[in-house]
């Protein structure tokens, strides 16, 4: 269901609604995100986002590094990106599925996967994880982002702001809670803690950096370092 939301009716236009309705607060996380992960950047890096969308958060990270590129699952959401960086600092987009991405081993610097595409996608989270970090060069980072249990309220006031705009179904309050928010039309938004993501980096063989986020995101940051055995 959340997929089809996505790629169907979550997407270009509408895609870029969610973010002109978003309140002060959730601006202020959407951009300590973008912050967050422009600080892990180097000028030169090789940079892949996960579910680009229209290219929202590209545009900026193109801004210091002109070797990005973005995958996402919405033909629309992608020719609206195409069209929108005309004449802006140059990027890459595809259609592509993050759990089979169409890059050799190797071929990025830092992978980024945000604002809860992790759960978002309503992929296997291991296996986008493990993906994620095959495209990654040795010592390449990974950064995966859900959202800080301590920004419940003003993630849920977004996505009813949402509902409200029929941008979303009608919120299941009998359902939500405890980080999870359901539509009566099936949709269903979830969320990953602490002991979650570092159990999953754990699985890979691998050490998590965890970090909370301007008291609105949990990122988790995986470093590729040694042997590939699991790919």
């Avoid at 060069?137 to 409200?164: C, K, N, T, V």
């Amino acid at each position: 269901m959340a997929r089809a939301y996505y790629q169907e009716k979550l997407s270009a236009e509408r895609l870029k609604r969610v973010y002109e309705i978003a309140s002060p607060r959730v601006r202020q996380y959407l951009q300590a995100e973008i912050d967050f992960v422009l600080g892990q950047m180097a000028p030169g890096d090789r940079v892949l986002e996960l579910g680009c969308g229209y290219g929202r958060v590209l545009d900026r990270l193109a801004e210091k590094s002109q070797k990005v590129f973005g995958i996402d699952t919405s033909p629309a959401s992608l020719e609206m990106g195409n069209k929108r960086h005309q004449g802006r600092p140059p990027y890459g987009l595809a259609a592509m599925d993050a759990l089979q991405l169409g890059f050799c081993q190797g071929s990025f610097d830092l992978v980024v996967c945000i604002q809860n595409g992790i759960s978002a996608f309503q992929v296997d989270p291991l296996a986008l994880m493990r993906e994620a970090l095959r495209v990654i060069r040795h010592s390449g980072l990974a950064l995966f982002s859900s959202y800080a249990e301590s920004f419940w309220a003003e993630r849920l006031g977004w996505f009813q702001a949402q509902a409200d705009e029929g941008l979303l179904g009608k919120i299941d309050k009998r359902r939500t809670g405890n980080g999870v928010i359901v539509c009566e039309d099936g949709f269903r938004a979830t969320t990953m803690g602490p002991t979650e993501f570092a159990e999953l980096v754990h699985f890979l063989g691998f050490e998590p950096v965890i970090t909370e986020v301007d008291g609105s995101s949990l990122f988790c940051g995986v470093r590729r370092w040694g042997s590939t055995h699991f790919f």
